[in-house]
């Protein structure tokens, strides 16, 4: 069995009461069950909890939480959303529309991400590409794939996942203070332990596939001596995702203390979708993404240890 971490915002619900924090929107309350649903904490044809433990959970109203579930069930993630009775996980999940193409809308990173990469994962010789600044969202997305393959449902016999990640060694641009006197130390203390849980754990997950079903796979992790003000994902030398880290201006509790800080939600990040064949436009941004990360990788890269 794999093990599966999530960031602490993303816990399951196991209907006791959180520490009192701002009211969150209903669009956040939508980006966390969505979040816990690609990522498998909710499965396929799972009972969701009511909306009366949810809106508990969240410290919402009811309504908010009515709105979240009706979001997910626009995105074929829910069934059976009403007043009454409480909504279930729609049965087939990762069987949606090929996101790729000229046509193709932009979704958020926790809607896109996932079938994705489930699909690369049809592949006799899985290889993946990422430059984020933590591994977050891509963690979350192997959720599926991974339960796939102990379902017995993939089968690929190679796996080569490299990650582009900031260097512990730099000022980051951003998470950071608005009041520039604040002390950064205690937010980069925070990201960088963030940053190398992540990646441990997606690194775990994916090496555990040796024992368990003989996958020949290969994980590498370099640093970059800058903040990536975007994120890149790039599937078996045919596909390109690409979003933005777009700043906002939040509170956020750290060490027990609020900060106001400039900072990135990166899995709320609207995802672009690139694909070879689907015309010139992207092929050619598929065959520039690969030179781009490989030359990173290969010249001002350093060795990463994801170790405090």
């Given at each position: 069995m794999y093990c599966f971490v999530v960031d602490p915002e993303h816990a399951p619900v196991n209907g006791r009461k959180r520490p009192h924090r701002p009211q969150k929107s209903h669009h956040e309350v939508a980006d966390e069950l969505r979040t816990r649903i690609r990522s498998g904490v909710l499965r396929p044809g799972q009972r969701m909890p009511t909306q009366a433990m949810l809106a508990d959970e969240f410290g919402v109203d009811r309504g908010a939480v009515r709105q979240?579930?009706?979001?997910?069930?626009?995105?074929?993630?829910?069934?059976n959303v009403s007043k009454g009775s409480p909504a279930t996980v729609a049965p087939d999940l990762g069987r949606g529309p090929v996101l790729a193409g000229p046509a193709a809308p932009p979704l958020p990173t926790t809607v896109a991400l996932a079938p994705r990469i489930a699909d690369a994962f049809a592949?006799?010789?899985?290889?993946?590409?990422?430059?984020?600044?933590?591994?977050?969202?891509?963690?979350?997305?192997?959720?599926e794939p991974l339960r796939r393959i102990h379902a017995g449902e993939l089968k690929p016999a190679k796996i080569d996942v490299r990650v582009l990640l900031p260097s512990r060694d730099i000022e980051l641009a951003f998470p950071t203070p608005v009041d520039t006197a604040a002390p950064h130390?205690?937010?980069?203390?925070?990201?960088?332990?963030?940053?190398n849980a992540q990646g441990q754990v997606l690194k775990h997950n994916l090496?555990?596939?040796?024992?368990?079903?003989?996958?020949?796979?290969?994980?590498?992790?370099r640093a970059v001596?800058?903040?990536?003000?975007?994120?890149?994902y790039l599937l078996n030398g045919s596909e390109a995702l690409f979003a933005y880290y777009t700043l906002t201006r939040r509170e956020q509790e750290i060490d027990h203390e609020p900060l106001e800080?400039?900072?990135?939600?990166?899995?709320?990040?609207?995802?672009f979708a690139f694909a070879q064949g689907a015309g010139l436009r992207d092929t050619t941004f598929v065959e520039q993404s690969?030179?781009?990360f490989n030359a990173l990788w290969e010249t001002i890269s350093s060795e990463l240890v994801l170790t405090s």
């Open positions: 979240a579930l009706r979001i997910l069930q626009a995105e074929h993630l829910l069934t592949a006799a010789h899985v290889e993946i590409d990422a430059l984020c600044l933590t591994s977050v969202s891509l963690t979350l997305a192997l959720g130390n205690r937010l980069q203390g925070r990201w960088l332990a963030q940053r090496l555990a596939l040796r024992a368990t079903h003989g996958i020949d796979v290969r994980v590498s992790f001596p800058f903040t990536p003000p975007v994120k890149l800080l400039y900072d990135a939600e990166g899995t709320r990040s609207m995802l690969h030179l781009w």
